[in-house]
């Protein structure tokens, strides 16, 4: 009854619930950051990067892959891994007319990151997968890691540091650098992740 009236609802499931859960961290750490509680919104920040990792892992565990599946994670990603960054980085001070053009590239070089990505795939080389240019979560995550000196207080150079930072992920992002999937340079966001979050409850409180 509820796929006759709801039909997009006939895709629910536990991988799809925890992309959907992913998407609202994200819209709920944009909310945070606006109103100034900077240590949860990196916690939720953080909790959306987390989902974005788990959906795919009980998706191929439970054999709940599906192009709607694809669909809807991609647009998650929009929101937690583009446009999150972009909030989080303008609230936290990069405001200068350089300043938000570093913040819009970002923004686009993520929309057009994943929209290549939906075409192009992975690339098999040897032994590992390989995606073309840095995946928006890898550059959303490696923001995060920042985000303790992002809170640590005035200094100067910290916005045009900042903008420069996202900046670079944005090209980065773009570029035709081959990244290897699971490879070191994720594997080590396994503990600086936790250790940023925590880190920054610390800086603000």
């Known amino acids: 009854m509820i796929g006759k009236w709801f039909p997009a609802l006939r895709y629910w499931n536990l991988a799809n619930a925890i992309t959907t859960g992913g998407a609202v961290c994200g819209m709920l750490a944009m909310v945070f950051f606006v109103k100034g509680h900077f240590g949860l919104a990196f916690t ?10 788990v959906d795919g892992i009980i998706a191929r565990k ?29 609230t936290l001070g990069v405001t200068s007319p350089l300043g938000i053009a570093a913040l819009v590239l970002y923004l686009i070089a ?18 590992h997968s390989y995606y073309t240019g840095v995946p928006t979560t890898i550059a959303a995550s490696w923001l995060l890691v920042l985000s303790p000196l992002m809170l640590a207080g005035d200094f100067p150079g910290r916005e045009a540091a900042l903008a420069v930072a996202f900046a670079i992920c944005g090209m980065l992002m773009l570029s035709a650098v081959p990244f290897r999937k699971n490879g070191p ?8 992740l936790p250790a940023a979050v925590v880190l920054n409850w610390i800086v603000v409180g």
């Open 44 to 53: 939720l920040y953080g909790a959306a990067i987390l989902g974005d990792y």
């Open 110 to 127: 993520g929309l057009w990151r994943l929209a290549f990505f939906n075409v192009s795939g992975l690339e098999e080389g040897g032994r």
């Open 62 to 90: 439970l054999k709940q892959t599906s192009n709607f599946g694809k669909e809807i994670d991609s647009l998650a990603d929009a929101i937690s891994f583009c446009v999150l960054p972009a909030i989080a980085g303008y």
């Open 185 to 192: 340079a994720t594997k080590a966001l396994y503990v600086l």
